[in-house]
């Protein structure tokens, strides 16, 4: 028993961080689902692997919900938590990395919960209408109706980007560099004109609680976080959080947050910050 649950353990952490868009519970899930796990019959279990799936799918349906009730009072823009990742070198894994991009979780969270269910099972890991239908208990012709509203949700929102990761990598170092130069000029010419910016703090930390919208607005606002005196000392390093290249900073070697980008024709379309010290336990992992 112990052995199936621990080799597809990355599995189902996978699948619960899609679902619920956080590190910590997806790990409390995890372990919820170890503990259901551990109490089961193994011989009354023919397919151990997508009995497990299913758990885990089922106890992040309940999270989800909740989770919508609390964010009803959340301060300020609300984010997916990132997660360090390593970088992705082959065609399967850049695919999954997309699913994990902060961009698409950030869509997810528009779907309902049986429809992000749905549409995680089936077009991240590839599971059938019949077997998705089994894990959440739903007739195969509702899974098929979840699907396509799911699938036509995310392809009408989904990020319209598409910036390899050489071309990423660049854009994001130039942006350091026109952020360090302390000039609106240098940081506006990384920019699209079009440009917003969200930052969660959950307010516990100082951020723009709304977002901030176009290449002026948003130069001005980066450096006025940039110069007070909280962020002076700040170390920022480019690495691969949720499987994109993105900007981590440290004070003194401790994480402080994270800057998460959309690019389009070598320019930031969108950026996203995130500095709740609660949401930043992903990016600890190596």
Not at 81 to 88: G, R
Not at 106 to 117: D, G, T
Request: glycine share 6%.
């Amino acid at each position: 028993m112990a052995d199936v649950f621990t080799k597809n353990r990355r599995l189902l952490f996978s699948v619960a961080y899609r679902l619920t868009g956080s590190v910590a519970d997806a790990e409390d899930i995890v372990q919820d689902a170890w503990l259901r796990w551990s109490a089961t019959d193994a011989d009354a279990v023919r397919t151990p692997v997508p009995y497990l799936v299913k758990t885990v799918t089922n106890l992040a349906l309940n999270e989800l919900t909740s989770a919508r009730a609390r964010r009803e009072t959340y301060i300020g823009p609300w984010l997916p938590e990132p997660l360090m990742t390593a970088a992705p070198d082959v065609a399967e894994e850049v695919e999954m990395a997309e699913s994990v991009s902060l961009a698409m979780l950030v869509v997810l969270e528009s779907l309902s919960p049986l429809e992000r269910a749905v549409f995680v099972l089936g077009d991240v890991f590839g599971y059938a209408h019949a077997e998705i239908a089994e894990m959440i208990d739903r007739d195969p012709s509702a899974v098929r109706q979840l699907a396509h509203r799911a699938r036509a949700h995310v392809q009408a929102r989904r990020p319209r980007y598409e910036t390899d990761a050489a071309t990423r990598t660049d854009v994001v170092e130039r942006f350091l560099a026109a952020c360090a130069s302390g000039n609106v000029a240098d940081v506006m010419a990384v920019l699209a004109p079009d440009v917003t910016a969200w930052s969660d703090g959950g307010g516990k930390v100082t951020a723009a609680r709304r977002p901030v919208s176009g290449a002026d607005s948003v130069a001005r606002w980066l450096l006025g976080v940039l110069a007070k005196p909280n962020t002076q000392g700040m170390e920022t390093e480019i690495v691969s959080i949720n499987g994109e290249a993105a900007v981590l900073g440290r004070f003194a070697g401790v994480v402080a947050g994270s800057l998460h980008f959309e690019i389009e024709d070598d320019r930031i379309a969108s950026l996203r910050m995130i500095v709740n010290p609660d949401k930043l336990r992903g990016l600890h992992r190596d």
